[in-house]
Structure formats: C-alpha cells, structure tokens
C-alpha cells in the first residue's frame, strides 16, 4: 500500500498564493506519474496538473500559466505551486499517484488518492 499525506490548504485572498506538498510512503514501491486532482461539491473530479518520474508536465487550460507542479523523486514529494489564485479555483485537492509494487516486472500500476485538502479562495 501507499499512504499519501497532504497538506497546504486553506483560505486564500484572490490572487494570491498557496502551494500544496504530497508526501508518498510505501515500503518498496516504485512512483511513476505524480498529480493533482480537485473536486468542487456535485461535480467530477477533474485533473489539474501531473508530472512524469522524468519531469514531463500535463496541466489542464483553467491552470495553465498559473500552477506549477513539480516533485522530489528523492523524497517522494509533490507539490502544487498555485499563484493569481481565482475563486473558480475553490475545490478540495486531491494528490494522486501511480506506483507499482514492490519486485514486480513488469511494472503493474495502482493509483492512490490522498485524503484531500480544502483551498478556499475568497475575499
């Protein structure tokens, strides 16, 4: 299993900054893709952002130009810089990745979710 632990949320003027971490823990696994999800109340869960092992960056257009995603392969760690935050951007995130067991090949990748963390943007 990996366990997820995510912090960096909270109440945030529009256009201002907050910048989320996610720290992956699993006893073995190797970490593949690292992302970011949010999800506002009745409505799907969207991508926001991933990066690859490598650094190769996906970003959805609402974000494009105003997050940045990037990762610590040494520490397992994502992290989600959010700059000229919007109220639009209001949504509990999510940390997602893909890792794959430990003496496995070829690699078999299972996705894991943190817990979620509140970003508020409001003035």
């Known amino acids: 299993q990996v366990q997820l632990v995510e912090s960096g949320g909270g109440l945030v003027q529009p256009g201002g900054s907050l910048r989320l971490s996610c720290a992956a823990s699993g006893n073995g696994f190797s970490i593949n893709v690292m992302g970011w999800y949010r999800q506002v109340p009745g409505m799907q869960r969207e991508s926001v952002a991933s990066i690859t092992t490598g650094g190769t960056t996906n970003y959805a257009d609402s974000v494009k130009g105003r997050f940045t995603i990037s990762r610590d392969n040494a520490k397992n760690t994502v992290y989600l810089q959010m700059d000229s935050l919007k109220p639009e951007d209001t949504a509990v995130y999510y940390c997602?990745?893909?890792?794959?067991?430990?003496?496995?090949?070829?690699?078999?990748?299972?996705?894991?979710w943190g817990q979620g963390t509140q970003v508020t943007v409001s003035s």
């Open positions: 997602n990745v893909g890792a794959s067991p430990p003496r496995t090949w070829p690699p078999k990748w299972y996705f894991y």
